[in-house]
């Protein structure tokens, strides 16, 4: 079963730092892989997806993923990161249904 | 656009009673869900929707019902509430043809006493 992982439930980065949230997958057919980003008492906002071509994807907010097809990863990073980060982050993957890992709480801090 | 919209934001209800979340779209979307997101656990879909008239169950269906008469609605029932479904729940809808995102609704955070 496809399937993703975010190995870790907390991050934390000063302001002005960069940010690296995390996220694998597990080899099984091609990975579409997306990023979500919920801020508290919100629902979900699409922030990237890798589909294909160019393995470093561009986003909202200043945010980039890169693709790495060897090692089944789609790591989240962003070069400066701002108090206004902190929030929730998911990754996911598209199949007939989105499957979404855990979550890694992100906390920026000033 | 209004987006993905649900209805209430908050309820709280007793153990056995019944109610119904409400989720619309207006972006014509074809593909709408229903997930729960409690604390650790990601998101998990519940039950989703492919067209008018067409809906199946995801990982967690159990004490859940759907319906999609039309394109716009995918209202979520509780036949039986029970402590275990207190959670949060989104309503999600997406084209179906491509890759493409879903979009969320603001979610209602229901609570069975």
């Known amino acids: 079963a496809q399937s993703v992982a975010q190995p870790e439930d907390q991050v934390n980065v000063a302001e002005g730092n960069p940010l690296t949230v995390k996220c694998t997958y597990s080899?099984?057919?091609?990975?579409?892989l997306f990023w979500y980003v919920q801020y508290p008492n919100r629902g979900l906002q699409f922030l990237l997806k890798?589909?294909?071509?160019?393995?470093l994807v561009k986003g909202s907010y200043g945010f980039e993923a890169e693709f790495n097809k060897s090692q089944t990863s789609f790591h989240l990073k962003k070069p400066s990161a701002l108090v206004s980060d902190s929030a929730l982050y998911f990754c996911?993957?598209?199949?007939?249904?989105?499957?979404f890992g855990p979550g890694t709480r992100l906390s920026v801090l000033p | 656009n209004a987006g993905v919209t649900q209805t209430p934001k908050f309820q709280v209800l007793k153990t056995g009673q019944s109610m119904t979340l409400q989720c619309a779209q207006d972006?014509?979307?074809?593909?709408m869900s229903w997930y729960r997101q409690d604390p650790g656990m990601g998101l998990r879909l519940i039950h989703y929707?492919?067209?008018?008239?067409?809906?199946d169950q995801g990982e967690v269906p159990n004490g859940y019902n759907v319906s999609r008469s039309t394109t716009e609605d995918f209202p979520l029932r509780l036949l039986s509430a029970a402590p275990s479904q207190t959670s949060v729940y989104f309503c999600?809808?997406?084209?179906?043809?491509?890759?493409?995102?879903?979009?969320f609704g603001p979610g209602t955070r229901l609570t069975v006493t």
């Open positions: 890798y589909i294909t071509g160019d393995n």
């Open positions: 972006m014509n979307h074809e593909y």
């Open positions: 996911a993957r598209h199949g007939q249904n989105f499957v």
């Open positions: 929707s492919v067209g008018a008239g067409i809906t």
């Open positions: 999600a809808s997406r084209k179906t043809s491509g890759y493409y995102e879903q979009y």
């Open positions: 080899v099984s057919g091609n990975p579409y």
